[in-house]
Structures are given as structure tokens and as C-alpha cells.
């Protein structure tokens, strides 16, 4: 048991220990300009949304609640993004309200 425990303490020590290796922040461009948002935040997630192996970025806008997604149409490692879709359920824009 003391074993056991001393295992588990050291990952969760070593673990503790990392520290975060954050990037400087960038502008995030689609056709050649820099995203922008009419008003108020933006909740990005980058995912490979259409199964296809790059990653999409998926952008959620504060001021109206809708989501935006852009396909990515080159590599992983450098992502090029075109113009967006607002994601839709049953024809509709998705909607998602704040509060």
C-alpha cells in the first residue's frame, strides 16, 4: 500500500510541478484578413468538425449566440480558412442564448 501511495504522490507531485507552455497570442485570418466580431467576446474551438483530419475552427459569438465555422482548407500545420457558415440545426442557425 505505502508503495502504491508513494506512486501516486510523486505523478500528482510531477504533475503540479509542470508548468504551462503558453504561446504569445496571434490573429487568427480567414481569406486573407483577420477575424473579426461585431461586438462583445469570442469562444473559439478548434476541432476536426467534418472528419476529413484538420482541424476547423468552430467560433462562438457572444453578441448574438450564433456559431461560426470555418472549414480549414489546407494542413494542420498551417491552417487556411475561408469565409463561414453559421452551424445550423433542422435549416436553422443556431442560436445559444447568454445568462
Known amino acids: 500500500m505505502r508503495v502504491y501511495l508513494f506512486l501516486v504522490l510523486s505523478i500528482c507531485l510531477a504533475a503540479a510541478a509542470a508548468t504551462p507552455d503558453y504561446q504569445p497570442p496571434f490573429n487568427v485570418m480567414a481569406n486573407g484578413a483577420q477575424i473579426e466580431l461585431s461586438v462583445g467576446h469570442a469562444n473559439p474551438l478548434i476541432t476536426d468538425w467534418n472528419g476529413d483530419g484538420l482541424k ?5 459569438q457572444y ?24 452551424m445550423q440545426a433542422d435549416g436553422v442557425d443556431i442560436s445559444l442564448s447568454s445568462g
Open 56 to 60: 476547423d475552427l468552430i467560433l462562438g
Open 63 to 86: 453578441s448574438s449566440g450564433k456559431l461560426r465555422y470555418y472549414e480549414n482548407n489546407d494542413t494542420n500545420d498551417s491552417p487556411m480558412f475561408g469565409n463561414y457558415t453559421f
